[in-house]
């Protein structure tokens, strides 16, 4: 394909330069009032507070962020179905990705800046009943679907957000965005076991009974090796994972892939349907964190859910 803001991203990351990518968007969202939903989070800010995710976007564009992700990580027909919402799922999509390329015209960087389209396993956990329920070829359908969208609105690139999912999400979500001539981006998260000392494949995330509930699927280092082997997509990321765990991922990530691998831990923690902001770590000190993932072999660098606009402009 010829596309020239993709092939200048994946020739500036050929170069090793460092690409920032932006921080969270929901947790931005809430920060600024858009209500939360229990089911579809910060995808119904798309119709009832549009000038806010618009902002949202700016904030990170004007924050020095090379790379700012579509809302479109709880449009998914898993979560919207499960909200009752389902008939929103082509509207929302495209409407997502029309927010942020005119918030990005309304900014004028006078630089290159990419539009990512998010298409996540939000929802589609085993741990989940429609997983079962619905099986990984209906999965594979709907992560199809959400990616021709978000292509046909014009995103630069997919980012494939695995957060907590096992491999086999992982992989039927590969599978699904295969056809797409655009760059590919996939982004796992993880945990480190406290007992057995390792990161696993997963997420430490709260419910509603207690602060913290621990998703640990199988080690990273054999999910890795199954995600080098099956391919199928140009950078290899560490997303939503606490900040203590990101130096030991990313080295991990760099002893399996040898293409570009990047970073985008959080901050705080989920209390469904909202974000508890504890634990924040300062701007410079994330900033300060991040030279150690770079230090690694990390070359894309952002936050996920409780970063914010502060914390990508003390990349810069």
Request: glycine residues 8%; proline residues 3%; aromatic residues 8%.
């Amino acid at each position: 394909f010829v596309l020239t803001a993709n092939g200048d991203l994946i020739a500036r990351l050929g170069k090793g330069e460092i690409i920032l990518l932006d921080g969270g968007i929901g947790t931005e969202l809430e920060r600024l009032g858009a209500p939360m939903d229990h089911d579809a989070w910060c995808a119904v800010a798309l119709q009832t507070h549009p000038h806010l995710v618009k902002e949202v976007h700016r904030s990170y564009v004007n924050a020095g962020a090379d790379v700012i992700t579509v809302n479109t990580y709880a449009t998914t027909k898993i979560a919207l179905k499960r909200a009752k919402m389902e008939e929103k799922f082509e509207e929302w999509n495209r409407l997502a990705v029309r927010l942020a390329k005119e918030a990005l015209a309304e900014c004028n960087p006078g630089r290159s800046v990419y539009v990512a389209g998010s298409v996540s396993t939000f929802g589609s956990s085993s741990r989940f009943s429609d997983f079962s329920k619905d099986g990984t070829s209906q999965l594979k359908l709907w992560f199809r679907e959400q990616a021709q969208l978000l292509v046909e609105s014009g995103v630069d690139l997919l980012l494939i957000e695995t957060l907590a999912s096992e491999s086999s999400v992982i992989s039927a979500a590969l599978e699904a965005v295969s056809e797409f001539d655009v760059p590919i981006w996939v982004a796992v998260s993880c945990a480190r076991d406290q007992k057995a000392g390792e990161l696993f494949l997963g997420a430490k995330e709260s419910n509603s009974l207690s602060k913290k509930f621990h998703s640990y699927h199988e080690p990273l280092d054999f999910a890795l090796n199954q995600l080098v082997a099956q391919g199928g997509y140009s950078a290899l990321l560490v997303m939503h994972s606490e900040v203590d765990v990101i130096q030991s991922a990313v080295r991990s990530l760099c002893e399996k892939y040898k293409g570009p691998v990047g970073a985008y831990p959080n901050a705080g923690y989920w209390q469904r349907p909202e974000w508890i902001f504890v634990d924040q770590i300062s701007p410079d000190d994330y900033a300060a964190t991040a030279r150690t993932w770079v230090d690694e072999g990390a070359q894309i660098i952002g936050g996920c859910c409780g970063i914010g606009p502060e914390h990508i402009r003390a990349l810069t």
